[in-house]
């Protein structure tokens, strides 16, 4: 089935240590996302990726950096420099161009990071 | 970055009880989405709303695009003990080449009693 497939569901880093979180896309979408979800709080733009080798700062962008080299993949390295990294991380993709119709964000189902 | 208003901030009911939130914001959105979380798990699309005054319904879901463009609401009917969980309002802008922005709203927490 098609999807999208975040690893690891659970991860958990000391303080210092950069960490990448992995997503993996089979929809052949060319746009790819990263949220931040904390409690209480909606989710947050991070990193945005409208196609291969082209990413956009979202609006919590610090202390995160991505790369997309391949359309399926968009793996988020969280770095020591995020200062408060425990977070539930959302990856999405989006197919198609235009303004109107289907072309919504599908999610992936998360990546729970918790620093000690 | 701008969050949308959405209220209620969680709600206690009665299984087979109706069950209305709303998102309001202070700009205009070109399209409005409703998602279902469950615990542990991303978020599902359960409703998308791509004109103004649009009234769409999903089941035993209902959601409008508000006329102004600024708000939307969803309504539950006869709730059963799996509509449990978390609901989100989003709206939709497009950014270039087929890249979007959604600003969410803080979520509405549905618990049911059986």
């Known amino acids: 089935d098609g999807g999208i497939t975040q690893s690891p569901k659970y991860l958990f880093r000391k303080e210092g240590q950069n960490v990448t979180l992995s997503c993996e896309q089979n929809?052949?979408?060319?746009?790819m996302y990263w949220y931040r979800q904390d409690p209480g709080q909606g989710l947050r733009l991070i990193y945005y990726s409208q196609i291969v080798n082209d990413f956009q700062k979202g609006d919590i962008a610090e202390g995160y950096s991505v790369s997309r080299e391949k359309k399926e993949s968009f793996p988020l390295t969280v770095t020591s420099a995020q200062k408060n990294p425990t977070a539930f991380y959302l990856c999405a993709s989006s197919g198609g161009t235009g303004l109107g119709g289907a072309n919504v964000l599908t999610f992936g189902a998360g990546s729970r990071l918790t620093v000690l | 970055g701008q969050q949308l208003n959405q209220s209620p901030q969680s709600m206690f009911i009665q299984e087979g009880e109706d069950v209305s939130m709303n998102c309001t914001s202070s700009s205009i959105f070109n399209t409005w989405l409703w998602y279902k979380q469950d615990p542990g798990e991303g978020p599902v699309l359960l409703i998308a709303?791509?004109?103004?005054?649009e009234l769409t319904s999903n089941g035993r879901l209902t959601a409008q695009f508000g006329i102004t463009r600024k708000d939307s609401f969803l309504n539950i009917s006869a709730s059963i003990p799996s509509d449990v969980g978390i609901y989100f309002c989003a709206g939709r802008r497009f950014i270039i080449q087929g890249a979007q922005k959604l600003v969410f709203g803080q979520g509405t927490r549905l618990t049911i009693n059986p």
């Open positions: 709303l791509y004109k103004a005054g």
């Open positions: 929809l052949n979408h060319d746009a």
